[in-house]
DNA sequence: ACAATGAATGTCAGCGCTGACATGATCAGT
DNA sequence: ACTGATCATGTCAGCGCTGACATTCATTGT
């Protein structure tokens, strides 16, 4: 029982297998009657065509490939699902590559798995995408790549940066709508781009409502790392030690913004602990609109990155046939308010 | 710049083709002197074997389809990267195809989407698994499959099946041992082998613990579904709707299992929202062990499956050349109590 | 009426690999 | 030394498809 070929359905209208292929291209060279005819047949007969013969005449491989962190966060679980569904809409198949930085370099990585593969494009988001190794390797395979929100080499490549600058910036102004006036924030390591971005955001927007540098407190990420000691930590629990490094203060802030919402959920923990209420005596906002946000109680006030749009637009790029020019393209990032977030309380005074 | 091929380290070397593609291949008829000098030239040309061109000479196309849900839950991110790391080990890739039930049935979704694959095998996760069409066509198309815990015709394919039952009597059994009397249960349609399971699991263990069927409030999944409307639901917000009907009521439960996780994690939430306090007043049992039940807060007492041995054994059966025989492997469940679960409240009486 | 155009369709090699089979070399047993 | 078995290696077609190019035929302008 042989599986269907281009040559059957060309017997059965008595055409040639190129005519056939050229109705399966959508190839605009064909009539009208004919085209019926070999549809037609091709419906009936239950014609497929081979992929992999397809692949090795056109040496292409219809393959998309992405990194993937080992640990499932809800930005690259949406990041995985939608990319999925954009390369089946442009026929391609997505590759699943996971990368894990603590273990192996990016370019080994790829080396070792995806590079196997073929692939005719890979979508790189962070950390991934700022292996300049790991580019140069690309480059040098004549692989195309989207990169998304990297931190490094910012003209190297077409890439998709969510605006988490101004993402952040309608977080501070939701705290400074609501009367907050003393701040926190928990930051990521300035060398990860996003890390950066947010945390200058955060304090430019603040500085330009006219708060002054020394009501504004910061906790290193880096530093809860280094406090925590072992290396078993989950963000939840570095969370809630920048929490109280922030909280068991003289004059605790009204309101702390953290890198993540799994950071925030640490931080609304250790409040709650402190017997401090968010959010009557504290507002907490978060970003990525994570599971975390929606589990937290109260509910998470956070940014969130449209990763659908995101994801399509890189498979997009890279399924396209025309190679798009490099450019940066930014996506917006809305603010999220829900229970965590709240006008400042009096008792300061 | 032309990629290596066969060709060329057969000319590098002075062999046929064959020879190195019997070395590729791992046949053992190669002299031990030539396959040094071939493995040499293979690194040292950087050659990688054109996997489609292989597709094409072998008819197979390395690849293990596997269906998974339009949302992301623990079970199936888990199921699909352990899926996918087995898939690696074995030399194949792994093919996702996204399957809402509720809009097409898993024989269609089949044929619009990974039929075209050409799969060598599918993994069959609860309710893809259960359409009988699917199998048919499956058979018909001489496209191998394992089926996760399926619910019908158990002796028709080889399944992997989770001991859902005894896991569930468990919870039941924790439940009743902590002096529990009144119990809620957030069941998924019964369609779902597990679903089905669980539910009649739970309320046969309590049955024979001499609990009344009265005393046992079953919120069904698809009427949360139902209630919500659109079709932008998420799982914890179902379990807070499903939380709500149990709750909110003349003599509500004082003991409530779900389905999974995140079901609890919103019923977990929503008990707090009406002010009952958890593990105090009310103790909240999951399924899954997911990200959902540490993060709850308190954390979940839950019911852990085997994921990735799951994973691992269905690639293995799909991916091993003998093809294995049809049969019921049975994989442990076990009870993780954390501090979502007490003793009953007195109050009660 | 005839060349020039262009649209519809066909021909064919070859993408890189492997399966089936053929060949030649080596070796044990008589 | 000769036979037959065993092992190492080679030959070659063909998997199903598409790109480059060739051919056929109807249409148009002059």
Redesign the pocket.
């Known amino acids: 029982m042989?599986?269907?070929?281009?040559?059957?359905?060309?017997g059965i209208v008595?055409?040639?297998?190129?005519?056939?292929?050229?109705v399966?291209?959508k190839?605009?060279?064909?009539?009208?009657?004919?085209?019926q005819r070999i549809s037609d047949a091709i419906e009936q007969a239950g014609?497929?065509?081979?992929?992999?013969?397809?692949?090795?005449?056109?040496?292409?491989s219809n393959l998309i490939g992405i990194f993937v962190p080992p640990a499932g966060s809800h930005f690259f679980s949406e990041l995985v699902r939608s990319a999925m569904r954009a390369c089946r809409e442009h026929g391609y198949n997505l590759a699943l590559e996971e990368f894990d930085g603590r273990r192996e370099s990016a370019a080994d990585t790829y080396r070792r798995g995806l590079r196997q593969q073929r692939c005719d494009g890979v979508i790189l988001p962070p950390v991934a995408g700022d292996d300049m190794d790991l580019l140069d390797l690309l480059d040098q395979d004549g692989v195309r790549y989207v990169r998304i929100s990297p931190a490094a080499q910012l003209h190297r490549s077409l890439s998709i940066n969510a605006d988490h600058a101004r993402g952040t910036a309608a977080v501070a102004e939701h705290f400074w709508a609501n009367g907050h006036r003393r701040f926190g924030l928990v930051a990521a390591n300035p060398g990860v781009a996003s890390g950066r971005i947010r945390r200058e955001s955060f304090i430019g927007a603040l500085m330009s409502r006219g708060i002054g540098l020394e009501a504004i407190e910061i906790v290193e990420f880096d530093s809860l790392v280094d406090q925590w000691g072992g290396t078993d930590w989950s963000l939840i629990d570095l969370g809630r030690l920048g929490g109280r490094r922030l909280l068991d203060t003289e004059a605790p802030p009204t309101a702390i913004f953290t890198y993540n919402d799994e950071l925030a959920a640490g931080v609304v923990a250790e409040a709650q602990a402190l017997g401090i209420s968010v959010p009557r005596d504290l507002s907490v906002a978060g970003f990525d609109d994570s599971d975390a946000a929606r589990l937290c109680s109260p509910a998470l006030t956070t940014a969130r990155q449209p990763i659908a749009d995101i994801a399509a637009m890189a498979v997009a790029a890279l399924a396209g046939e025309p190679q798009m020019p490099y450019q940066a393209i930014s996506c917006p990032v809305s603010l999220v308010v829900r229970q965590s977030t709240a006008t400042a309380p009096m008792s300061g005074f």
Do not use: F, M, W
Request: no cysteine.
């Open positions: 042989r599986a269907v070929t281009l040559e059957d359905i060309a008595g055409v040639s297998a190129k005519t056939v292929s050229r399966v291209n190839d605009p060279h064909v009539s009208p009657a004919t085209r014609y497929r065509p081979n992929l992999a013969a397809r692949s090795l005449a056109t040496a292409r």
